[in-house]
């Protein structure tokens, strides 16, 4: 069975601060993983995913994600954060039976 | 503009009084999903489809169904509602040509169903 862990339910960082939201995962084989974000009474966005080849991936809005295979991980980074960045964010894994496994999300508060 | 659109995004209902919750996209998409979000508990599938008339069980399918009659439409349907089905819904959709099964979901705004 395929799962994702988000451990930190909220995540708080300064503006113009570098932040990282962490995502670990646990499937059989190669996984195809995925960021989406989501605003106040939005639905989910997609921010980027990793398929396969480079394991820094390049999204949307300067996000960016490493793709870890040894520790399993797939962490969000973006180098400078903004308030506007603070958002609901949401790993998710598929593997396997092609259907997406989302984490619990972790909210993400940059302060000004 | 490519979209998921939902309908209505705010509902409240009493007990048992049947509803639906109308999905529907125009990006020619093959696979649909409904997703319920609850604090602490993130996203949890309701239903998917492959495609029409193919639909399956997620993970929290009870007091739910579904049709897909139509590739553009995924109405999600509580024959009986109950106060534990007070939840934010959410619908979705995905691009499965040429088998990749990796292409992105598109989300619609939501729905907010309260069961008094």
């Known amino acids: 069975a395929q799962s994702v862990a988000q451990p930190e339910d909220q995540v708080n960082v300064a503006e113009g601060n570098p932040l990282t939201v962490k995502c670990t995962y646990s499937?059989?084989?190669?996984?195809?993983l995925f960021w989406y974000v989501q605003y106040p009474n939005r639905g989910l966005q997609f921010l980027l995913k990793y398929i396969t080849g480079d394991n820094l991936v390049k999204g949307s809005y300067g996000f960016e994600a490493e793709f870890n295979k040894s520790q399993t991980s797939f962490h969000l980074k973006k180098p400078s954060a903004l308030v506007s960045d603070s958002a609901l964010y949401f790993c998710?894994?598929?593997?396997?039976?092609?259907?997406?496994?989302f984490g619990r999300g972790t909210s993400l508060i940059v302060h000004p | 503009e490519a979209q998921v659109t939902q309908n209505p995004r705010y509902l409240i209902t009493v007990t048992g009084k049947k509803l639906t919750v109308t999905c529907s996209q125009n990006?020619?998409?093959?696979?649909m999903s409904w997703y319920r979000q609850d604090p602490g508990l993130g996203l949890r599938q309701i239903y998917y489809?492959?495609?029409?008339?193919?639909?399956d069980k997620g993970d929290v399918p009870e007091g739910y169904k579904v049709s897909r009659k139509e590739k553009r439409n995924f109405p999600l349907i509580l024959e009986s509602p109950s106060p534990n089905q007070t939840s934010l819904y959410f619908c979705?959709?995905?691009?499965?040509?040429?088998?990749?099964?990796?292409?992105?979901?598109?989300f619609g705004n939501g729905t907010r169903l309260t069961v008094t």
């Open positions: 499937v059989s084989g190669n996984p195809y």
């Open positions: 990006m020619n998409h093959e696979y």
């Open positions: 998710a894994v598929i593997r396997g039976s092609y259907i997406p496994t």
């Open positions: 979705a959709s995905r691009t499965d040509r040429l088998s990749s099964y990796n292409s992105p979901l598109h």
């Open positions: 489809s492959m495609n029409v008339e193919v639909t």
